[in-house]
């Protein structure tokens, strides 16, 4: 009878302990941020000194890699009344899992800091408002949200 019971625990202990090597597998694979976080050369770009309030259309939703040993983010070219230029929303990981979507036809307000990027003008936004949803994707500071746990 104990034998019976020493071999159904074993069993149970064993399944409880697959099960939880193959839901921990994915974030063996997680390495960071993926260049998006704070220190990175991409976050020093964001310049609190020239940020700046626009609006206009999204023209275009693209997937980007900005710098080299990043993952991909998401930018969305906005057509104002003055200019056509990319905003940079953020890391694809975090802005695929927000409710509010940003489509293309969107009439959109964003703030951020101005750069050229690749030598084109560039938004790395702070903050995207649609209709009444406002995304905050940075603090005044530049400080992403995503990387709030590590501040």
């Known amino acids: 009878?104990?034998?019976?019971?020493a071999l159904i625990l074993t069993a149970a202990l064993s399944v409880l302990l697959f099960t939880s090597l193959v839901f921990a597998q994915p974030m063996r694979m997680w390495?960071?941020?993926g260049g998006w976080g704070m220190g990175s050369k991409y976050q020093g770009m964001y310049d609190?000194?020239?940020?700046?309030s626009l609006s206009g259309e999204v023209v275009n939703v693209d997937k980007i890699t900005p710098m080299k040993g990043m993952h991909y983010g998401v930018h969305v070219q906005l057509k104002t009344e003055k200019e056509t230029l990319f905003v940079h929303l953020g890391p694809g990981w975090y802005i695929e899992r927000l409710d509010t979507r940003i489509e293309k036809g969107d009439k959109i307000e964003v703030k951020g800091a101005r750069v050229a990027f690749a030598?084109?003008?560039s938004i790395i936004a702070a903050e995207v408002k649609k209709g009444d949803n406002v995304l905050k994707l940075r603090d005044e500071?530049?400080?992403?949200?995503?990387?709030?746990?590590?501040?």
């Open 1 to 5: 009878m104990l034998t019976r019971k």
């Open 141 to 151: 500071n530049g400080v992403p949200v995503w990387a709030g746990w590590r501040r």
């Open 31 to 33: 390495k960071g941020s």
């Open 119 to 121: 030598g084109k003008p």
């Open 48 to 52: 609190p000194k020239t940020v700046e």
